[in-house]
Nanobody
Framework: QVQLVESGGGLVQAGGSLRLSCAAS????????MGWFRQAPGKEREFVAG????????DHADSVKGRFTISRDNARNTVYLQMNSLKPEDTALYYC??????????????WGQGTQVTVSS
């Protein structure tokens, strides 16, 4: 089992940047496929980005492609989401996720508690 703790959220103006971090517990972090989801008020939770255990395979939602980048540091048990050119529609609660190796980042097994990102216009 893995526990996930997000940080780095906050209030930023449109066009600004934030970097979210997610620290994972346990000694098997490198075996997990990691990801980020988000949920805006009144909307369904949606996939944002995913990254394979080695950090080579990645995917980003079309809505964030070219602006957000997911990465991971297995030595630090941490996954990141660099968010640039933020828009008001990026405002949401952002969740870090983990899927057991062999499973999909679209269907994670574990979720963090979330970190709030608010983008003002």
């Amino acid at each position: 089992q893995v526990q996930l703790v997000e940080s780095g959220g906050g209030l930023v103006q449109a066009g600004g940047s934030l970097r979210l971090s997610c620290a994972a517990s346990g000694r098997t972090f490198s075996t997990y496929v990691m990801g980020w989801f988000r949920q805006a008020p009144g909307k369904e939770r949606e996939f944002v980005a995913g990254i394979g255990w080695a950090g080579v395979n990645r995917d980003h939602a079309d809505s964030v492609k070219g602006r957000f980048t997911i990465s991971r540091d297995n030595a630090r048990n941490t996954v990141y989401l660099q968010m640039n050119s933020l828009k008001p529609e990026d405002t949401a609660l952002y969740y870090c996720t983990a899927a057991s190796r062999g499973n999909s980042w679209y269907r994670p097994d574990y979720w963090g508690q979330g970190t709030q990102v608010t983008v003002s216009s």
